[in-house]
């Protein structure tokens, strides 16, 4: 099956600093792709949708400031936690649309001092 | 909000099938059901996904209700790197919805 890879699969970081996670479309190309949050024992909440070449979507109570989302190219869509808190830290996982199936990464831990 | 409704957990022993549930009593007549899985830690992994007839790959068989208001996901001999969360989701098929999870059932696979 299609392979959906996310770097870095952890990062540590300062409460106030800025982390990047990278999702990547390895072996097809991806329109659409999706960023999840996941609290420990919880399901994944859909945080907003990046679609290539345009601006992201958004869910509800999720604050495109703090969570920007670039998606440049068809294989690869970027999450900056900006000014990152320790209530972001979390699990975040991305996916990818393929012909009928969405394709998940393996996520990335962030945890934030 | 998620469109289906799962137990929340199960336990199964090893060796025997493991049969989840999953009620959709308000799925459309162009959406499917998929099933996910994920095992802690890990992204979810797809494991397989049907309209109206019974489905079955490597991994696992799908039975839907003639009605389609439910399905069932049979693992016909659940081993312990079986025990993850299950997630029964609806949506159109070709479409680039958004994926919605519920809670989900935690399986427990038992030595």
């Known amino acids: 099956g299609a392979v959906v890879s996310q770097h870095p699969s952890r990062v540590i970081c300062k409460s106030g600093t800025s982390v990047k996670i990278e999702c990547r479309s390895l072996?097809?190309?991806?329109?659409?792709m999706f960023w999840y949050r996941q609290f420990p024992k919880q399901s994944l909440m859909l945080m907003a949708t990046?679609?290539?070449?345009?601006?992201?979507?958004?869910e509800q109570g999720v604050e495109k400031d703090k969570f920007l989302i670039n998606h440049a190219s068809l294989t690869l869509s970027t999450l900056t936690v900006t000014s990152a808190h320790p209530e972001d830290s979390s699990f975040y996982i991305c996916s990818a649309q393929g012909d009928y199936l969405q394709y998940f990464g393996p996520g990335t831990r962030l945890t934030v001092l | 909000d998620a469109k289906t409704t799962q137990p929340p957990s199960m336990d199964c022993a090893e060796g025997r099938a493991a049969n989840l549930p999953c009620n959709h009593s308000t799925i459309s007549g162009n959406e499917y059901v998929y099933w996910y899985r994920q095992i802690h830690s890990q992204g979810p992994q797809y494991i397989i996904h049907?309209?109206?007839n019974n489905e079955t790959n490597e991994m696992a068989s799908l039975i839907i209700t003639e009605d389609r208001k439910s399905s069932t996901l049979i693992l016909p001999h659940a081993t312990l790197r079986d025990t993850a969360v299950y997630y029964c989701i609806v949506r159109v098929g070709t479409s680039y919805d958004k994926v919605i999870f519920g809670p989900g059932t935690s399986l427990s696979v038992i030595p």
């Open positions: 049907g309209l109206k």
């Open positions: 990046s679609n290539e070449g345009s601006k992201a979507t958004y």
């Open positions: 072996d097809f190309q991806a329109t659409t």
